[in-house]
T-cell receptor, first 114, second 114 residues
Framework: KNQVEQSPQSLIILEGKNCTLQ??????????LRWYKQDTGRGPVSLTI?????NTKSNGRYTATLDADTKQSSLHITASQLSDSASYIC?????????????FGTGTKLQVIP | SQTIHQWPATLVQPVGSPLSLECTVE??????LYWYRQAAGRGLQLLFY??????ISSEVPQNLSASRPQDRQFILSSKKLLLSDSGFYLC?????????????FGPGTRLTVL
C-alpha cells in the first residue's frame, strides 16, 4: 500500500532555533518527493523537489534530504522565523498512466514562538 | 510559474443543496488538473484529475463530479451536498508530460455543509 508518514505531528520551537521534520514512505515505484509548506487556510506551496538520484536539495533556510534506499526524507529548517509557522507536507509521487499519482502525508504542524 | 484561481474562498451550504466550485489556471497550456479535499487533521485526498478538455478521472466514489469545459477551467460540482462533503477543497495544476514538474495549488475553498 502506498503510504507517507510524517513525524512529529506537531512541533513548537523557539524563534532562531533549528528543527528537523521526518517523512517515511512506502510509495512504489518512486518518482519524486516534494516538501510543501501550507499556511493555515491556504493552498500548499512547493519548497523542494527531489528525484531518485538526488539526496539533498536546499531552498534558502530549508534543506531536504532523501535516502531512497531506506525510503526516508527529512526537512531541516535553519534559524527558524515566526513566518515558518505552518504545516509542512511531504508528498511522494509515482508516474503512472500519463500523470503523477501522488500520496500526501498528513503533515507536521510547526509553530515558531518568540 | 502558474497561477491558480479558485472561488469562492468560503462557502456555507445546507445539506441537500447543489455545489459548484470553479478553478482557473494562468501561465500554462494543456495542464494536468487536480481536485483535492483536505479534511481537518487529515492529508490531502485526490478526488479527480484531468489530462485534457472533457477528460475526467475519479479516484474515489462519491457524490461529487468534475468537469473541464475549457483547457484551463476545472469545475467541481454536486447535485446534493452531504455533511461529509465539508472540507477544504484545493485545485492544483501541473505542466503535462513533465513528471518532475511541481503541482501548483490554488488558495482553496473552505466548504461547510450544515
Amino acid at each position: 500500500k502506498n503510504q507517507v508518514e510524517q513525524s512529529p505531528q506537531s512541533l513548537i520551537i523557539l524563534e532562531g532555533k533549528n528543527c528537523t521534520l521526518q517523512c517515511n514512505y512506502t510509495v512504489s515505484p518512486f518518482s519524486n518527493l516534494r516538501w510543501y509548506k501550507q499556511d493555515t487556510g491556504r493552498g500548499p506551496v512547493s519548497l523542494t523537489i527531489m528525484t531518485f538520484s538526488e539526496n539533498t536539495k536546499s531552498n534558502g533556510r530549508y534543506t531536504a534530504t532523501l535516502d531512497a534506499d531506506t525510503k526516508q526524507s527529512s526537512l531541516h529548517i535553519t534559524a527558524s522565523q515566526l513566518s515558518d509557522s505552518a504545516s509542512y507536507i511531504c508528498v511522494v509521487s509515482r508516474f503512472s498512466g500519463g500523470y503523477q499519482k501522488v500520496t500526501f502525508g498528513t503533515g507536521t504542524k510547526l509553530q515558531v514562538i518568540p | 510559474s502558474q497561477t491558480i484561481h479558485q472561488w469562492p474562498a468560503t462557502l456555507v451550504q445546507p445539506v441537500g443543496s447543489p455545489l459548484s466550485l470553479e478553478c482557473t489556471v494562468e501561465g500554462t497550456s494543456n495542464p494536468n488538473l487536480y481536485w483535492y479535499r483536505q479534511a481537518a487533521g487529515r492529508g490531502l485526498q485526490l478526488l479527480f484529475y484531468s489530462v485534457g478538455i472533457g477528460q475526467i478521472s475519479s479516484e474515489v466514489p462519491q457524490n461529487l463530479s468534475a468537469s473541464r469545459p475549457q483547457d484551463r477551467q476545472f469545475i467541481l460540482s454536486s447535485k446534493k451536498l452531504l455533511l461529509s462533503d465539508s472540507g477544504f477543497y484545493l485545485c492544483a495544476s501541473q505542466t503535462s508530460g513533465d513528471y518532475t514538474d511541481t503541482q501548483y495549488f490554488g488558495p482553496g475553498t473552505r466548504l461547510t455543509v450544515l
